[in-house]
Structure formats: structure tokens, C-alpha cells
């Protein structure tokens, strides 16, 4: 009988990865749902609709157009151009690749999500720069756009795909874990931001995690589950908890 022999200074590996092939670099091209569809940011086609719901009225005094880029990495506008000029700097970037979310009914531009940190050879990608403005937030519209952009990024062959913030977003590291992603820790004193320290909280969803998160979006947002005013049956922490008890 043959035996395999280690070396006795031999050291853990990684599993072998004997199929492993480079995922595909996302392009400039559409994601269309129901509800929402993506397209690649454009100043011209969407800087008017995208200013005019900057500028919604929040939820509550402490909801205002310039605290709600806080976290996002961006700024509040002063006018159209000076929001069009930022628009346009953002359109002509490869990584962060940016998109706008748009109502598939209305045709208005209502939010904007990105990938960036694209590393096909490792197959890890990353979301980020999201900003859904106040018509966009807490709708299932915005659970879809997430689920689209998760959706392509895995079929596009990448492995790993992130959500990092600020530690101190609470809102969006509610959304990381509602969404499906796993907490990983955090990066202590990972930047210094308009003059602040920032720690960054690291999420992650892997290609295996994929096909069961999948189906917990799209049961959530099924029409199904929501009435005639729009409000959700069920929850989407209370359909992943009704999955794991019958798994």
C-alpha cells in the first residue's frame, strides 16, 4: 500500500483550488430587476434626477442633506453643477465602477452603489459608495438593487465579496448583516477621514454563502410578501429564521 509522506518541517496549506480561474472585470453594462435597474453613472442622464433627490426632506431634524454623506464618502451640493461635476469625476472611474440605481416605473436616478477594490485574480470585489437617497431607503427597490449587484458579481466568477463602513454606521452595519453578510472584526485606526480617526468594519459573503442568501432576497422581495400598501408580510431576519429551523 502506497503512503504520502509530509516533510517534518511541513506547514498548513490552504485548500488547493485545482479549478480556480480569475473572475471577469464588471463593465459599463445595465442590471435590470422589477423594481429597479442599474445603470452605468452618468452625469448627463441622471445629475438632474440624482440632485433633485439629494435634496428630499429626511426623516426627522437630524436627517438633512449634509449629514446623510457623513459616512458615504461624499458631500452635499451647494447647486446642480457642482453636483454634476462631481457626478461626472465619479462616471470616469473604473475602480470604484459606479452605478446609478434607477425606478424602473419612473425613471428617476434615486441612488448610487459602486464595486471597487476589484481583484479578479483573488476573485474579491467589494460594494460600496452607496448612497440611497430618502425616496430609495427602507424600500424593497433598495434590497434589490443590492441583490443585483451581489447576483452579477458571483456570476462573474469572484469568490468574495465585501461590505466594509465606517464602525461607527450603525445603519449600515445593520443592513451588512441583513443582507447576508458575516461580520469579520475590525480594522482599528484604519483611516483618517475629513480630519477623523475611522475605524472600518469588515463584512464579507463568500461564493459558498451565496446560493442560500440568494434565496432569502428573492423570497423577501416576491410580491407575495408584501400587501396592498406596500408593507412587508414577513421579514427578511424572520424568512432566514424559518429557513435555518426547517434546514
Not at 445603470?39 to 440632485?51: C, I, K, Q, T, W
Not at 434589490?144 to 449587484?149: D, K, P, T, Y
Not at 463584512?203 to 432569502?216: I, K, N, R
Amino acid at each position: 500500500m502506497n503512503t504520502v509522506t509530509q516533510p517534518a518541517d511541513a506547514r498548513p496549506l490552504g485548500a488547493t483550488l485545482p479549478d480556480w480561474q480569475p473572475a471577469s472585470r464588471p463593465q459599463r453594462t445595465p442590471l435590470l430587476g422589477e423594481r429597479v435597474r442599474l445603470e452605468p453613472l452618468s452625469a448627463e442622464r441622471h445629475g438632474d434626477s440624482l440632485f433633485a433627490a439629494f435634496q428630499l426632506p429626511g426623516e426627522g431634524p437630524h436627517d438633512t442633506p449634509q449629514a446623510r454623506w457623513a459616512y458615504s464618502g461624499g458631500m452635499s451640493f451647494s447647486d446642480a453643477e457642482q453636483c454634476h461635476a462631481w457626478l461626472a469625476e465619479r462616471a470616469r472611474s473604473e475602480d470604484p465602477l459606479f452605478f446609478a440605481i434607477v425606478e424602473a416605473e419612473s425613471g428617476r436616478a434615486l441612488g448610487l452603489a459602486s464595486y471597487l477594490n476589484i481583484v479578479p485574480e483573488h476573485g474579491s470585489i467589494e460594494v460600496g459608495h452607496i448612497h440611497f437617497t430618502p425616496a430609495l431607503r427602507r424600500t424593497p427597490a433598495a434590497t434589490e438593487a443590492m441583490l443585483l449587484m451581489m447576483r452579477h458579481a458571483f456570476a462573474l466568477g469572484y469568490r468574495r465579496y465585501e461590505w466594509k463602513c465606517d464602525a461607527l454606521n450603525a445603519a449600515s452595519r445593520r443592513a451588512a448583516e441583513r443582507l447576508g453578510f458575516r461580520f469579520e472584526g475590525i480594522f482599528r485606526q484604519h483611516r483618517v477621514v475629513n480630519g477623523r480617526n475611522r475605524d472600518t468594519a469588515w463584512f464579507s459573503l463568500l461564493d459558498g454563502e451565496w446560493p442560500a442568501v440568494e434565496t432569502q432576497l428573492e423570497r423577501w422581495l416576491a410580491a407575495e410578501n408584501f400587501d396592498d400598501e406596500g408593507r412587508q408580510r414577513s421579514s427578511l431576519s424572520a424568512l432566514s429564521a424559518l429557513s435555518a429551523l426547517s434546514a
